[in-house]
């Protein structure tokens, strides 16, 4: 291999990580170790019309919108997909993601399934699709419950719609079981890496390779 082509940076497409789950199930964590472990990956944050959860930052977790102005950016088509999620309305911008991957960064999207089958249909080519599984429907109300930040109705519903979001795993392209958090997120990091290197992301690889050729 020539120099060069032993330190060239070999260019590629970003793309959209999408990870799903049932509230509970730990992606919020997930999300957050990935983050700060992967410098090339950039959180997409939703605006939603939900109310501020304690502890939750507007800008950081959610862009909090009310129901007039999420109206407003699905007239303008400032959204990339959006749905109905419990009693709310969720959706994502669609400027930060187009600007973050022609940056040439990927993307991480905590989306629904309802999401992530309007992103497959815009930009199948781009996407990755994560499902998180709870290990069992005990441990996914015992982290509802633990994280008490909601109330004893919106944990029962949460409970109750969990079993048909756990549907949809079979539209995901992977699925991980998130027993011990710091496996799951290996897991995924594994996924990541192996994503990225599928060739036809690899947009730089004809010239890579014509540049070994021409040793
Ligand atoms: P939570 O209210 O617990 O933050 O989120 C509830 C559900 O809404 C989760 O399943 C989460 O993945 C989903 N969600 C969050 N943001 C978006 C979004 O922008 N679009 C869609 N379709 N779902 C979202």
Redesign the pocket.
Known sequence: MSKAGADAAIGRRGLMLVL?SP?GAGKTSISRALLERDANLRMSV?V?T?PPRPGEVDGRDYRFISKPEFDCMVGAGDLL???R??DHH???PRAPVEAALAAGHDVLF???W??TQQIAQCAPQDLVRVFILPPSTTELERRLRTRAQDTDEVVRGRMSKAVSEMSHWPEYDYIVVNRILEESVTKVMAILAAERLRAYRQTGLPDFVNGLSGE
């Open positions: 799903s509230s939703s939603t939900r997909e959006h749905a999620v419990f969720y959706g994502t905590d989306v629904d309802q999401g």
